[in-house]
């Protein structure tokens, strides 16, 4: 128990210090000339494998987490609206695992 | 004030509105960490202390995780950090959108906002041709309810466990705020589609082959192979003239 604060304190530290370097500094520092035609593909990239990820790491059965997905998709495309698709993709996975299609 | 674009307090209020639907994600996170802190035998402050002062989930987890398991400071800390590695790529990319000659404060609040889920729902808004906020404020503004949702979710964890009913498809949360992001920044972006979900792909599919690496770095990895990916591709498709 007697280690937790050194611990607590250098992962704060730690931690502070990447999200400082390149957001604590009053001008933004720019990206090298070499990388300036990748950086627009760092945000998609980063959700991209988010995504991926969180579906894989999500709930066991396939079904029902493609269906969600589908429905999230759909609703995202006929509405337009995060907090909407995110509840309707929550409604289809619910009905899915408690109603199973197949 | 530049003509058209909203105040900065307009802009923190359209941030807090983005920022919102996020929470669904984040709750069972946070309900699971606190139970894990209080099972790891940390008491409620120090479970509480180290949300304030890391609040970063996934490296929170694998501190008390490691703390359980005894490893020393030095090593424990090393590994947070390398979890927390994404943090860097995370404030190059959303850095340029920020305003400049921000005072003191405001690059600390903004540094310390960072994390997954305030970096996704910002650069999704950003990326749209009709966004008019300023981007520092609608940033800390989509930040702050993922703060206030991952210290309370985290208090609620650890008092109560989780209280929630298995019926509530909580772990199916967070995978849709993220895919609900993502969708709303391929609708809105500037750049040609093509390379984009070329990025996307090979960045997701990466993600998942490589996620036995340790300290995260397959997640790293993946971004790195999406931006390649996507790069490769707008070369292409401006070699082709199409």
């Given at each position: 128990m007697s280690d937790f604060l050194p611990a607590l304190a250098l992962s704060c530290l730690g931690t502070m210090f990447l999200r400082l370097f390149f957001l604590g500094r009053g001008e933004p520092v720019p990206a090298p000339e070499f990388l300036k035609g990748a950086m627009e593909f760092v945000p998609v990239s980063i959700l991209g494998a988010l995504v991926f990820l969180e579906f894989h790491h999500g709930p066991a059965q396939p079904v029902p987490k493609i269906l969600a997905a589908l429905a999230a998709i759909l609703l995202s495309f006929s509405l337009g609206r995060d907090l909407l698709t995110i509840l309707g993709g929550l409604l289809v996975y619910w009905l899915a695992v408690n109603f199973p299609p197949l | 004030m530049e003509e058209g674009v909203a105040s900065k307090e307009a802009s923190f209020v359209a941030g807090l509105a983005r920022g919102s639907p996020i929470l669904m994600g984040l709750l069972p996170f946070g309900l699971i960490y606190g139970a894990a802190a209080r099972d790891a035998g940390l008491s409620f402050s120090q479970t509480a202390l180290m949300s304030v002062l890391v609040f970063a989930g996934s490296a929170q987890l694998v501190f008390v995780n490691l703390w359980n398991e005894g490893v020393n400071s030095l090593a424990l800390a090393l590994t947070v950090v390398l979890v927390n590695l994404r943090l860097l790529v995370y404030g190059s990319?959303?850095?340029?959108?920020?305003?400049?000659?921000?005072?003191?404060?405001?690059?600390?609040?903004?540094?310390?906002?960072?994390?997954?889920?305030?970096?996704?729902?910002?650069?999704?808004?950003?990326?749209?041709?009709?966004?008019?906020?300023?981007?520092?404020?609608?940033?800390?503004?989509?930040?702050?309810?993922?703060?206030?949702?991952?210290?309370?979710?985290?208090?609620?964890?650890?008092?109560?466990?989780?209280?929630?009913?298995?019926?509530?498809?909580?772990?199916?949360?967070?995978?849709?705020?993220?895919?609900?992001?993502?969708?709303?920044?391929?609708k809105s972006g500037r750049t040609a589609l093509t390379p984009r979900l070329c990025s996307l792909f090979t960045a997701g599919i990466s993600a998942v082959l490589l996620n036995s690496l340790p300290y995260n770095l397959g997640l790293l990895l993946s971004i790195l192979l999406g931006v390649l990916a996507g790069v490769a591709s707008s070369r292409a498709k401006r070699r082709r003239g199409v």
């Amino acid at each position: 128990m007697s280690d937790f604060l050194p611990a607590l304190a250098l992962s704060c530290l730690g931690t502070m210090f990447l999200r400082l370097f390149f957001l604590g500094r009053g001008e933004p520092v720019p990206a090298p000339e070499f990388l300036k035609g990748a950086m627009e593909f760092v945000p998609v990239s980063i959700l991209g494998a988010l995504v991926f990820l969180e579906f894989h790491h999500g709930p066991a059965q396939p079904v029902p987490k493609i269906l969600a997905a589908l429905a999230a998709i759909l609703l995202s495309f006929s509405l337009g609206r995060d907090l909407l698709t995110i509840l309707g993709g929550l409604l289809v996975y619910w009905l899915a695992v408690n109603f199973p299609p197949l | 004030m530049e003509e058209g674009v909203a105040s900065k307090e307009a802009s923190f209020v359209a941030g807090l509105a983005r920022g919102s639907p996020i929470l669904m994600g984040l709750l069972p996170f946070g309900l699971i960490y606190g139970a894990a802190a209080r099972d790891a035998g940390l008491s409620f402050s120090q479970t509480a202390l180290m949300s304030v002062l890391v609040f970063a989930g996934s490296a929170q987890l694998v501190f008390v995780n490691l703390w359980n398991e005894g490893v020393n400071s030095l090593a424990l800390a090393l590994t947070v950090v390398l979890v927390n590695l994404r943090l860097l790529v995370y404030g190059s990319s959303i850095g340029p959108f920020l305003e400049r000659n921000q005072g003191l404060f405001w690059r600390l609040a903004r540094s310390y906002l960072l994390t997954d889920e305030s970096y996704a729902a910002s650069l999704s808004a950003f990326a749209s041709p009709a966004f008019k906020y300023r981007p520092a404020f609608f940033y800390l503004g989509a930040g702050f309810p993922t703060w206030l949702g991952w210290q309370a979710s985290g208090a609620a964890g650890y008092l109560s466990g989780s209280f929630l009913p298995e019926s509530v498809p909580l772990e199916m949360a967070a995978p849709l705020v993220f895919l609900a992001l993502l969708l709303s920044m391929l609708k809105s972006g500037r750049t040609a589609l093509t390379p984009r979900l070329c990025s996307l792909f090979t960045a997701g599919i990466s993600a998942v082959l490589l996620n036995s690496l340790p300290y995260n770095l397959g997640l790293l990895l993946s971004i790195l192979l999406g931006v390649l990916a996507g790069v490769a591709s707008s070369r292409a498709k401006r070699r082709r003239g199409v």
